[in-house]
């Protein structure tokens, strides 16, 4: 009985690819140095002018452009000579990034500054021609800016909508199933997480920002990552039919016949730049964002005991996690799950004095039991309390033990949101089976009133659709809300996010990253 479809009898691949000129293309690739035309990108400052382009793409207000120009680009600490092979797993950037450096006695690793998403929908069915296309235009982006911070980091992926345009028999061959059920596909589409403003919670409401969830269909994600954001603008802008690329005049593809832009989201995580955000616009909580903190919340959340491996988030998993019925040689070995959220912060509700002391907000991100920090005298004052604290795992449990108010803080009964995930967030031997994408941004978009707010710019990559579902019903905790009477003040995070937008993505390997399966049809 076929692993993939359980109705099939025939074992083999419906089409061998491994004939096809796509597949030896990238291959060869995969098999080839890197050897960009240009060894650096020609230097360029975000200015102005790139600011007006990228408004015109549909990213940010050019208030925070601004801000972000003026704290100039980030200092990176000196890289080690990358391998001569770009990953089959797209994102995983582990070769090519700085090493992880130590902030407070705790160690920590900071990806590119900048990340775009970008959402697109196709306007007809992609063919041979089209894939073939996209490849070049891939391999083309990867030629003239290096695959480092300083150049251009890109990573695609493809909704459900995406698929639906195959013939289902061949979807239905090659996507994985889970290893726990094999009825399941590892691709399904996100659902409302069990604290999102939805009809399918009645009773959830959001002081601020009561905006139900989207669950968006789109076909295709593309991620761009970079320290320098007018690499990324230029990109964007370029398959957008700028026909520039890098100062050089290059003909762009045809693509705008093929797709459409949805969205573009702009998410950036340096040292101290959501600080300079809000001191820029004058927001009311601004003397209360940790100066030195990348994110608005005021905790680092990029320890390098946060995140798994890129293996342990592939399909295939490793020796630590193994959660679905791929087997090698399969069509996405080396493919994954990214989910995308788009999250309004309520900043004003978080940082509120006299209640939400930093003793109150640490213990909202992190755990009672125990404390990480009590923080300084003075609660509020420049974050009131440090910034780079360490993320434990203290076992599944222990979110448990935090409700029931067993060796907490006072006592109390709480929810931390690391504590809750980490019910299921991580292998048997405690490695996560994530890689969090994740960072601040400000903007206008799904904001009511049309007023740049904070955002949390969410997307992680892991082995299936159902392992996020499960994780992101464990952060809210509310089966343990509920069965230990915890105030609903003390549930975590949970009030202070609006999500407003989901969906999931398949991350295919390198080889076949553009338009998957199109070249077995």
Known sequence: MDKHSPNQTNPEPIVSNRGCPVHRKVQADLQSPITPLLLEPTPRTFNRRSALKLGALGLASLGTLGAIEAIGNPLRLVEAAPPPRLPNIQYDLDAFIAPAQTIEGVAFRFGPTHTIFATARLNRNPNRQDQQMLDRAL?????????SPKGVFSCISYGLPYFRRLPQQLVSHHIPRLASNPNRSVLEEAVPGPTDVSPR???????????????ENNDILITLRSDLLANLIDVLAWLSGSNKLNGRPLTSPPFTKLFTITSTRLMFVQRGLPREIANKHTLPYAAQVHSQSPMWMGFADQQVK?????????FQGNNSAHLTNIRRGDYFIDGSIQHLAHDIQDLIQFYEPPEE???ERVQYMFRSNPIPSVGNTDQFTNGGGPAYLDNLYQGRDDALKNARGINTFEGEKRMGHLSALQRSSRAADGTPLHIRVDGPGFDKLDVPDGS?????????YLPTAEFF????????SLDLVEANQVPEEDNGLERFLTATRRQNFLVPPRMHRAFPLVELT
């Not at 391999?139 to 695959?147: D, G």
């Not at 946060?306 to 592939?314: D, E, F, H, N, R």
């Open 201 to 215: 919670n009645p009773k959830i409401a959001k002081q601020r920002f009561n905006v139900p969830v989207v669950i």
């Open 452 to 460: 740049d707010q904070p955002k949390l710019q969410f997307s992680i």
């Open 469 to 476: 579902r499960v994780m992101r019903v464990n952060a809210a």
């Open 357 to 359: 002391t930093y003793i």
């Open 139 to 147: 391999a083309t982006i990867e030629s003239t800016y290096p695959f």
């Open 306 to 314: 946060g995140s798994g491996p890129a293996t342990i988030t592939t």
